[in-house]
């Protein structure tokens, strides 16, 4: 019975860790304009969650490394349902929706634009870097909420 209990509780805070909206990703600062993240930390597969300040707001993205070798890059918000700021999480080759729960395969993540699609980012790999534009993250305050 206390394992169940426990189990249970482990279930309960993974869930709330994975599908908690907004402000859990690690956080990343602009240079020259441009936000630069290690690419050896997002060619795993998963889904890599950061958050941008911009002014007021944190602008919560994330990155991943599709099964087609592409690294992704979108907003945790999209057209539809970002008032919920709810975010996505993956399952699989998948990112879900966690307000509507509609799934998106990974790999057309920048390919398909609107509706619920995670809002994509434009990004490039240089020198070992999936580089950013700050001027799309400020962008994406539009996205979520004022924070303060």
């Known amino acids: 019975m206390i394992l169940a209990v426990v189990l249970l509780l482990a279930g309960a805070a993974a869930y709330w860790f994975v599908a908690s909206p907004g402000g859990s990703g690690q956080f990343v600062t602009a240079e ?13 597969g998963k889904a890599h969650y950061y958050s941008y300040r911009a002014g007021s707001s944190e602008v919560d993205f ?30 699989g080759d ?35 870097q999936v580089v950013l534009l700050e001027r799309e993250l400020q962008a994406g305050q539009r996205y979520f909420p004022t924070q303060g």
């Open 32 to 44: 020259n304009g441009k936000v630069s993240i290690q690419l050896s930390e997002v060619t795993d």
């Open 62 to 91: 994330f990155l991943l490394k599709s099964r087609d070798g592409t690294v992704r890059a979108a907003l945790d918000a999209c057209d539809v349902c970002y008032k919920s700021g709810k975010g996505y999480r993956q399952e």
């Open 94 to 128: 998948f990112m879900v929706c966690n307000n509507c729960n509609q799934k998106f395969q990974s790999d057309m993540i920048n390919v398909i634009k609107g509706g619920c699609n995670p809002a994509p980012l434009t990004r490039t790999v240089e020198n070992g």
